[in-house]
Nanobody, 112 residues
Framework: QVQVVESGGGLVQPGGSVRLSCVVSGSDLRTYVMGWYRQVPGNQRDFIAQITRDYSTNYADSVKGRFTISRDNGKNTVYLQMNSLKPEDTGVYYC??????WGQGTQVTVSS
């Protein structure tokens, strides 16, 4: 059974940085298109970033130039490096494999 587990969230000051990790177990990461999404209470889950099998990336306009998605297939891990954080980046960040296998999410709170 394929599982997706996120980690790395926490409380960060505005302008700070944090790196989220997403470990995929039970299958080879190389076979998956991976994505990160963000959700705040009362809102839908919004697309943040995607990385394809051939390492092509795509970002939401709100995070371009600040966030970087990457993957390490040898470690079955996907990362989301988040820089220049803003309060509006606050939310639960979810990792997703092939648009259908979701993790449990990790909370990121940007606040002074």
């Amino acid at each position: 059974q394929v599982q997706v587990v996120e980690s790395g969230g926490g409380l960060v000051q505005p302008g700070g940085s944090v790196r989220l990790s997403c470990v995929v177990s039970g299958s080879d990461l190389r076979t998956y298109v991976m994505g990160w999404y963000r959700q705040v209470p009362g809102n839908q889950r919004d697309f943040i970033a995607q990385i394809t099998r051939d390492y092509s990336t795509n970002y939401a306009d709100s995070v371009k130039g600040r966030f970087t998605i990457s993957r390490d297939n040898g470690k079955n891990t996907v990362y989301l490096q988040m820089n220049s954080l803003k309060p509006e980046d606050t939310g639960v960040y979810y990792c997703c494999a092939n648009g259908r296998i979701w993790g449990q999410g990790t909370q990121v709170t940007v606040s002074s």
